[in-house]
């Protein structure tokens, strides 16, 4: 990658990571040429090779970024290790749903290279993803307090089951083109809800 993208404006910047974002959220890896992108950015596709070498580089890069944003939000608006693995949830939802309206397509590109196959890529995301998903794992489960949760529950099932019904919840959005920040905070606010009841145990 070229330093002379990062001295960009930070407007310029922007218009091409969304732009990046937006074309690989609608195609595969493969499928998204990267003359399509420097459209939707603005700039021509010369320009565009000359801020990263290749589209692997820039695909990565994105992954990278859509990481360091959400990392960064959850981080400032709240703590990994909550005392209440549900409110942390809804606090949650509210921080990606923000960056989701800053960035409308970084959910559909993030769940679209979760599938992503091709070999050029592949790898490298799944990496990403064991090592990002690792992160924020580990201090929740640590932190739970079982007490808190119906007896004999397993808590790691628990929120293994949770998370891969969040993420099929986001493939199929994303199948039928309808992944925006507004439904997806309505729907897992319920969802949410159901789990909170579900799992918790009811004081007398």
């Known amino acids: 990658m070229n330093d002379k993208f990062f001295a960009l404006p930070k407007s310029r910047q922007e218009a091409i990571i969304n732009a990046g974002f937006h074309v690989f959220s609608q195609n595969s890896y493969k499928k998204s040429p990267m003359g399509e992108i420097a459209d939707a950015a603005g700039i021509s596709k010369s320009l565009l090779f000359h801020y990263f070498h290749n589209k692997r580089e820039f695909y990565l890069f994105l992954w990278d970024r859509c990481m360091e944003i959400t990392s960064k939000s959850l981080e400032k608006n709240l703590s990994f290790v909550p005392d209440d693995l549900f409110e942390m949830m809804f606090e949650g939802l509210k921080v990606k749903a923000d960056i989701m309206r800053q960035y409308p397509d ?18 490298d995301i799944q990496k990403l993803i064991i090592k990002y998903t690792d ?48 439904e997806m905070e309505e729907d897992f606010m319920k969802i949410i809800d159901f789990w909170k009841k579900t799992y918790t145990r009811r004081k007398d």
């Open 135 to 182: 992160f924020k794992a580990s201090p929740i489960l640590a932190s739970l307090d079982p007490e808190q949760f119906i007896p004999g529950l397993d808590l790691q099932m628990m929120y293994q089951t949770m998370y891969w019904a969040s993420e099929g919840y986001l493939w199929e959005k994303v199948q039928i083109g309808s992944l925006s920040a507004d």
């Open 106 to 123: 970084l959910g559909a590109f993030v769940v679209n290279s979760y599938y992503e196959k091709d070999p050029e890529v592949c790898e």
